[in-house]
């Protein structure tokens, strides 16, 4: 096992197995790109002015845009060279000084968000909601098991981990006729997103073969849905506002090496799916999540059991020639196992609002109230038996302005 010299970074879920990317201000700076090691952040801005990491100057910007542009043999070089600089004792005089405690600074979104997709990929989660949106009828609509299915999502109101979420206004149904205000059934969506580095052209195709030369990483996400919005306006063409006010990202991408050891077969496919959708070697990510409501930890969705992999889901993104921009976004959908604390909404926990739930702190819930606050974590198996950290995506309800 290699041996960081950086304290509390062997061991922990942020030693040099992970080393995710994000984004911080120290005490009202500018923006700077860092990189965590243990509970430090590691300045890449100095690094590279220093000439301790060489990427043409893109890790002096205030985002991750020019670096994640730069493709797979650059990151994977730079990765290395930041390995190289935090477990080899000779560079540690030189690069203690860059190093900074979390609690010193601010996160901030580290890279423009392009377009943002949501797809809709857990077999479990899309059997529960048919089952509470559309009683009496299939589980799953026709076209499920034959491609991802996905919408564009709004990708100006992503935002990162922390950001205060106000209660949404808009239509809900009522036996009167629609009513106006704000949500009553406002909910959370356990999701991880993958993050697009490497643009393609219009009229490109990507594989399912080369995800990995498209894809920098992977990071948390909170699709918040007013489901009372959601469910009056989302026949026929998907949602739109009852998922557009906020989009919550956790600030740190973990990059796709530093998950080697975390792939895992994905399930078997049944009816066989179109030639594009096929793949070689189908791969989930064993991504073991956590959602926590006001402290109570309520709910451990499984990633590894998802139907349609990111591999897959990329390849269906852009197979009508739709091109890829540096900074695309797109989620898996919201993360349900089999069992009732598996499922990654709070729809699905309290079943449509039917079977409250009960907090540590002795009081009940079925969907936000004002105040709320939700913390949705992530781990997945590193080399040598380490622990990849994912950080978290927290966020806490506001009233309706
Ligand atoms: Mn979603």
Redesign the pocket.
């Known amino acids: 096992m290699t041996t960081c010299w950086v304290p509390g970074a062997d061991g922990s879920p942020y030693g040099v197995q992970t080393l995710p990317y994000g984004a911080f201000r120290r005490g009202g700076g500018e923006q700077r790109l860092g990189v965590r090691v243990g509970d430090l952040v590691l300045d890449l801005r100095g690094a590279e002015e220093a000439d301790e990491i060489l990427a043409g100057g893109a890790l002096c910007a205030p985002t991750l845009d020019a670096f994640l542009a730069m493709g797979r043999a650059q990151w994977t070089t730079t990765r290395r060279r930041i390995v190289e600089l935090l477990t080899e004792p000779e560079h540690q005089a030189r690069i203690a000084p860059l190093l900074i405690p979390l609690s010193e600074v601010d996160l901030a979104l580290p890279f423009t968000v392009g377009d943002y997709v949501?797809?809709?990929s857990s077999e479990q989660h899309a059997s529960n909601v048919g089952q509470i949106f559309r009683p009496g009828q299939p589980l799953l609509t026709p076209n499920w098991r034959h491609l991802p299915i996905g919408y564009h999502?709004r990708a100006g109101t992503v935002v990162v981990s922390g950001t205060p979420i106000v209660r949404p206004y808009g239509q809900r149904r009522s036996s009167d006729g629609p009513v106006f205000g704000p949500s009553r059934r406002l909910d959370i969506?356990a999701?991880v997103g993958f993050v697009v580095g490497v643009p393609t052209e219009l009229g490109e195709r990507v594989p399912t073969g080369r995800f990995a030369d498209h894809v920098f990483g992977v990071t948390l996400?909170n699709?918040w849905?007013a489901r009372d919005i959601q469910a009056w306006e989302y026949q026929p063409l998907g949602?739109f506002l009852g998922?557009s006010f906020a989009t919550s990202v956790s600030p740190w991408i973990v990059p796709l090496e530093a998950l080697d050891h975390a792939w895992v077969p994905a399930p078997v496919q049944d009816p066989p799916v179109l030639d594009y959708l096929r793949e070689d070697d189908r791969r989930g990510l064993d991504l073991a999540i956590v959602v926590e409501w006001n402290g109570t930890r309520v709910s451990e969705p499984p990633f590894a059991g998802m139907y349609w992999t990111p591999a897959q889901q990329l390849a269906h993104l852009t197979v009508n020639g739709a091109s890829l921009r540096t900074g695309d976004l797109y989620?898996s959908?919201?993360v349900s196992g089999v069992r009732r604390d598996q499922v990654g909404s709070f729809l699905e926990l309290s079943w449509g609002g039917t079977e409250p739930i009960k907090l540590d702190d002795g009081s009940e819930r079925t969907f936000l109230e004002d105040g709320d606050t939700v913390t949705i974590t992530a781990t997945a198996p590193g080399p040598d038996g380490s622990t990849i950290g994912f950080g978290d995506v927290t966020g806490t309800v506001t009233p309706a302005a």
Request: charged share 35%; aromatic share 14%.
């Open positions: 949501d797809f809709y999502g969506e999701e996400v699709d849905s949602p998922k989620a959908g919201t």
